[in-house]
């Protein structure tokens, strides 16, 4: 969003929390607190040095801004009533609703009340898709603004389309994941299994960070067909899922919340041209049956299985050319359109 707004002229100051990782600032104002990936105590405790550093900045350079963006409760927290003590226009960001992941309980209703008043109180909500609606329990409002989890296009994204080796070569599929690496519920707890039942049929490849590192560090020393390549960059990222047959992205069913899942790995399937592989039961789903871009398993273990053992190159190659044919003939342009929407909407209600 940083990039849509000075676009239209505007003067953005990020404040980022890096986690203790070196990395370029870009104008930003950056908290290198360590931690945050914890549970219990120790993850909370690097939260609150977060909270209580966006209050510190936000106070401090209070003449220097209009608009504050948060993004998501646990930054909006801190940074909604101190932009509404200030009298500054809210724009509140909502990816995940944190009361529908944790479940029930007093807690969760809390935070769930607390964050539909901060949508109430914003100028502008955003949402990556309108079944979060549902998801948060609200409907649709004036202030409330829809901004899919659309990449912007990347220069060279067309040589992802007939890169892959003909379909007579007989290496194995390269199934790519890239993302946040949690320990249950987006089937990367599957990939261990997958690989020693088709140890000949695929392989996976798989960047990011999080719960499982230790564990991928180490199944990439014990089995030959599961490579783990660590943190990568976006475009970094991208190189990597050019490179696949195709891409992994499930969100099961076990965690309720997965119900609503808006991931930014259906837009970039379609983009690059590469087949999705995902659960049924899920909003990608949809697109992905109706467009033919992918291919969709039951959430279960055998089922994945029996998917990636019957399927074979040109079957991948045939998707990803739809895949790309549904995005150059409606998902190219959805972000623009949405982000004119958006800032329309800010314009008007910023002018009262």
């Known amino acids: 969003m940083a990039a849509a707004y000075t676009s239209r002229g505007w003067r953005v100051t990020p404040l980022i929390w890096s986690r203790g990782e070196a990395g370029e600032n870009n104008g930003a104002i950056v908290c290198t607190a360590k931690g945050g990936y914890g549970n219990r105590f120790k993850g909370l405790a690097a939260r609150l040095r977060w909270m209580a550093f966006m209050a510190r900045q936000m106070m401090r350079h209070r003449h220097r801004y209009d608009v ?210 995902t659960n049924t039961g899920i909003p990608p789903a949809r697109v992905i049956k109706e467009a033919r871009s992918g291919f969709l398993f039951d959430g279960s273990l055998d089922s994945i299985v029996a998917l990636l053992r019957d399927l074979d190159r040109d079957a991948c190659r045939e998707a990803g050319k739809r895949a790309r044919a549904c995005w150059d003939g409606f998902y190219s342009t959805l972000r623009a359109r949405e982000l004119q929407a958006f800032f329309e909407k800010l314009y008007a209600r910023d002018a009262h």
């Open 68 to 277: 504050v963006h948060a993004v998501d409760l646990d930054t909006a927290i801190v940074a909604v009533p101190i932009g509404l003590l200030l009298r500054k226009t809210i724009v509140y960001d909502a990816f995940d609703s944190i009361g529908a992941i944790l479940g029930g309980g007093r807690i969760a209703a809390w935070l769930i009340a607390v964050e539909r008043a901060f949508i109430r109180a914003s100028a502008v909500a955003i949402f990556p898709d309108p079944i979060r609606l549902e998801q948060y329990g609200i409907t649709a409002r004036g202030n409330v603004t829809i901004i899919s989890n659309v990449p912007d296009e990347v220069a060279g994204v067309e040589a992802a389309i007939g890169d892959e080796p003909p379909a007579t070569v007989s290496r194995p599929l390269r199934c790519v994941y890239v993302g946040t690496l949690e320990a249950q519920h987006r089937g990367l707890e599957y990939m261990a299994a997958i690989c020693r039942a088709l140890p000949e049929k695929v392989e996976f490849v798989v960047g990011g960070t999080g719960q499982i590192e230790p564990l991928l560090k180490a199944q990439n020393d014990e089995i030959a067909n599961l490579r783990y390549v660590g943190r990568l960059g976006y475009d970094d990222a991208l190189d990597l899922m050019r490179s696949a047959d195709i891409l992994y992205g499930p969100y099961l069913l076990s965690a309720p919340a997965h119900r609503y899942a808006s991931p930014n790995k259906l837009y970039e399937h379609l983009m690059l041209g590469k087949p999705l592989i």
